[in-house]
């Protein structure tokens, strides 16, 4: 067995290696067989790696049916729209077209080459929020880890954004730019596997509404908001419900000057 496994990492070497040659995957996803043992996808669409130099691990490989498939828009597994005046490509709901069957972890690139044209990816939550679903709804069941590129933009309301990605266990958002982002309620709505999250560079000065961000993430064993600004905030009720395994929380740098409802803001 570990012969034959040895054999398919060769031969998928070769295979990757001949890919490589023939087109120019940066920012680009690649899907590719090893084995069908463990169905692990890195869907991975990070810029600014040379892949002619990559490994097959630095590559986004995808296991299943021992079928090798480049895969170059990985936007299309999104709804989304373009900008072609600011050169924006906004992000709006994932489609449900992960593998259903496996553990996923992606990568949102902060840019994005598409007809020859750069485009900067912007999270934008919007249409969900009456329903109460965070973009990536259709596929919460199964993503484990979700990396936002640095330089990655939220739209103008950050509501339910990342909400009930109950399996998510690394969430990495320190690189997502929040500046003129006016709502973050339910942000991080039962992010209920996740025990820590690096918001330390989030720009909080025009948000106004911090109902429920955390609400729910019962995993939570920390968070450093030293240099969040609430000046502007008028609601921070259910705020940290239910974030019953945080036992600190440094709030020095809060300011409730405008804020109207604290309700339930450290229940549970």
């Known amino acids: 067995m570990l012969i034959m496994k040895r054999k398919m990492k060769m031969l998928l070497g070769i295979i990757l290696s001949f890919l490589l040659t023939l087109s120019d995957f940066s920012g680009y996803c690649v899907y590719a067989a090893e084995t069908n043992d463990e169905a692990e996808v890195l869907h991975n669409a990070q810029d600014g790696v040379s892949y002619s130099d ?9 296991v299943e049916q021992d079928i090798l498939q480049a895969v170059n828009d990985w936007y299309e597994d999104y709804n989304y729209t373009l900008d072609n005046v600011n ?3 906004t992000l709006r709901s994932s489609k449900g077209n992960f593998v259903t069957n496996s553990t996923l972890k992606i990568t949102i690139p902060a840019q994005t080459e598409i007809d ?3 485009y900067t990816t912007v999270l934008d939550n919007a249409g969900n929020v009456a329903s ?8 919460s069941s199964i993503l484990t880890s979700i990396t936002i ?35 973050m309620d339910y942000m991080f709505k039962n992010c209920k596997a ?6 330390r560079y989030f720009d909080t000065n025009d948000v106004k509404n911090f ?29 940290f419900y239910n974030c019953s395994a945080i036992t600190e929380l440094d709030l020095g740098s809060f300011g409730t000057g405008l804020t109207e409802d604290m309700s339930a803001m450290f229940y549970g």
């Open 87 to 89: 050169k924006k490509l």
């Open 132 to 139: 109460e679903k965070g973009l990536w709804n259709a596929d």
């Open 54 to 62: 990559a490994s097959a691990d630095e590559i986004s490989v995808y």
């Open 149 to 183: 590129g640095e330089g990655v933009e939220l739209a103008e309301s950050g509501a339910y954004v990342f909400a009930n990605l109950e399996k998510v266990k690394n969430l990495d958002v320190s690189g997502l730019k929040t500046s003129g982002v006016s709502r």
């Open 211 to 239: 109902q429920g961000m955390f609400f729910g993430c019962s995993g939570l064993t920390g968070l450093d908001l030293t240099k969040f600004n609430t000046a502007a905030a008028t609601d921070m009720s259910y705020m």
């Open 194 to 199: 996740l025990t820590g999250l690096d918001i």
């Open 116 to 118: 020859g044209v750069v």
